[in-house]
């Protein structure tokens, strides 16, 4: 008999967070779920934490040789064997209650392949500075709701919604077996086709599906980590693109040339790339000029609002493309844009809400919102465990 959930961790240089991420997995009470961690040839002792754990769940997996990101996931999802299954970064954690409620949901809907949870966040040590002092945030909502899953693909295609809030296989993201199987078949026995492999399996969700389920209940912590390993009590930087690009062979999927080679890049970029990774499953017609020339003014703008010139010349250079002057008028503009875009954004959806719930039609109630006041509240991405157990039962209480 298959294992119900599928818990696959792939891992390389990160042994401080990862204790964590299979330790929230142990901790889960349900008997029929596996947790199959790839450790990917770490140069820190990685696969003794992986050794130090007793439990008959637990497989660990070891390449032949260092892999890219994407081969990683794909051994991983070919050792899987459970009905549903979903990817967790090593310095993100499952919640206690993830097997639970995903039962709960399969028997309430019972035609969903395809889950997307909403994010809850939990920043590590070393992330204050971009992040602020808050350690963890997250909020508990009644009610689940069917998505249009083309619809909600074009959204991301122009720009107005992150392929994050697709069910991706990752962050809080699950997908039935028979779901990866469909995408298995369709591309000779491959699933990953893109080296930014969460962003394919969202694409890969919306294409295979013609609807999703999004509910209301977190079911995995997105641990931000600031780039940098703990050892010893010390941050020491850790070299992504090393680490990273470094482990490509000669046979290994590379950046989709048609957009350089994203050393600098923005989330539609990366949305867009696996996209047009994808064919023939997906059309090259979206690859035109007018298409990459809105994707790399859209970047231009985030860039220059975090004052990153050198990402704005980069891309310039790899697509082809003239550098948009910058003067007075247009630094005076951006802000009136933005400033305008943010308030008119929030109105329409504080409305929308309003409207929606004032007829009866809002599919989503808080039960409990919670961001933590002091990063001396919550030490570890586990701390938070007993107050998201008192929330899921105050959630079961009101859902009777």
């Not at 939990?122 to 619809?151: H, I, L, N, P």
């Not at 809105?294 to 082809?320: C, H, M, Q, T």
Request: glycine share 6%.
């Amino acid at each position: 008999m298959n294992p119900f959930l599928s818990i696959l961790i792939p891992t390389r240089n990160r042994a401080a967070y990862l204790k964590y991420a299979i330790q929230s997995a142990v901790n889960l009470r349900a008997q029929d779920i596996e947790i199959v961690v790839s450790e990917n040839h770490s140069s820190d002792n990685s696969l003794e934490v992986c050794s130090s754990f007793d439990d008959a769940r637990l497989r660990i997996i070891r390449p032949s040789s260092p892999l890219p990101m994407h081969e990683n996931w794909e051994l991983l999802l070919q050792e899987a064997r459970g009905d549903w299954i979903t990817f967790v970064g090593d310095d993100d954690a499952v919640m206690p209650h993830c097997v639970d409620h995903l039962r709960y949901i399969c028997g309430k809907h019972p035609q969903a392949e395809a889950i997307l949870s909403p994010k809850a966040y939990y920043f590590w040590d070393g992330c204050q500075e971009v992040y602020g002092a808050a350690t963890a945030s997250f909020s508990f909502k009644t009610g689940e709701q069917w998505r249009d899953s083309k619809k909600q693909l074009n959204r991301c295609l122009k720009g107005k919604e992150d392929y994050r809030n697709l069910p991706q296989m990752y962050s809080g993201g699950f997908q039935r077996r028979t779901l990866v199987n469909r995408v298995l078949r369709a591309q000779n026995g491959l699933y990953f086709r893109s080296v930014t492999p969460d962003a394919y399996s969202a694409l890969m969700a919306a294409i295979f599906t013609y609807r999703y389920l999004e509910i209301g209940i977190p079911m995995v912590w997105g641990g931000t980590s600031p780039h940098r390993e703990l050892k010893s009590g010390q941050l020491s930087h850790k070299d992504r693109k090393a680490d990273f690009w470094g482990l490509h062979s000669e046979d290994s999927l590379t950046i989709n040339r048609n957009l350089g080679n994203l050393e600098y890049f923005t989330i539609p970029l990366v949305f867009f790339e696996a996209y047009i990774s994808a064919f023939p499953l997906t059309p090259y017609s979206e690859l035109s000029i007018e298409k990459v020339r809105s994707l790399y003014l859209d970047a231009v703008r985030k860039f220059r609002k975090n004052g990153n010139e050198e990402a704005i010349s980069k891309l310039a250079y790899d697509l082809g493309f003239v550098i948009p002057s910058r003067n007075l008028f247009h630094y005076i503009l951006d802000i009136l844009n933005s400033l305008v875009t943010g308030w008119a954004t929030r109105v329409f959806f504080h409305a929308k809400g309003y409207l929606l719930k004032l007829i009866g039609k809002e599919p989503f109630t808080p039960v409990i919102n919670y961001r933590s006041e002091s990063r001396q509240a919550h030490p570890n991405i586990l701390a938070c465990d007993s107050l998201l157990s008192e929330s899921y039962a105050k959630w079961l209480k009101k859902n009777g």
